[in-house]
């Protein structure tokens, strides 16, 4: 694996740790698409670092769990601004 994937892969999954960050934020704070925030994350990164590979995949689960619960309140605020 090259270098730049390396130190990407490992800065993305600390961001997602700190922040809670979902695969769509951290992609844009990084500046590459969501597929290669989430093959960063479930392929590349269990060779790296299997223990943090762990807690990242839990954040990431979290974040599923939460989708449509975020889908419904910006679905709201968009009505609410339109009245």
């Known amino acids: 694996?090259?270098?730049?994937i390396r130190k990407r892969v490992l800065e993305a999954s600390q961001y997602i740790l700190e922040s809670g960050a979902?695969?769509?934020k951290t992609a844009t704070m990084f500046g590459v698409s969501k597929s290669t925030i989430h093959k960063d994350v479930t392929e590349?990164?269990?060779?790296?670092?299997?223990?943090?590979?762990?807690?990242?995949?839990?954040?990431l689960e979290q974040n599923k769990l939460e989708r449509h619960i975020r889908?419904?309140?910006?679905?709201?605020?968009?009505?609410?601004e339109a009245n």
């Open 44 to 59: 590349r990164l269990p060779t790296i670092n299997p223990t943090l590979a762990q807690a990242v995949k839990k954040v």
């Open 1 to 4: 694996m090259q270098e730049y």
């Open 71 to 80: 889908g419904g309140e910006a679905t709201r605020r968009k009505y609410q």
């Open 22 to 24: 979902t695969v769509r």
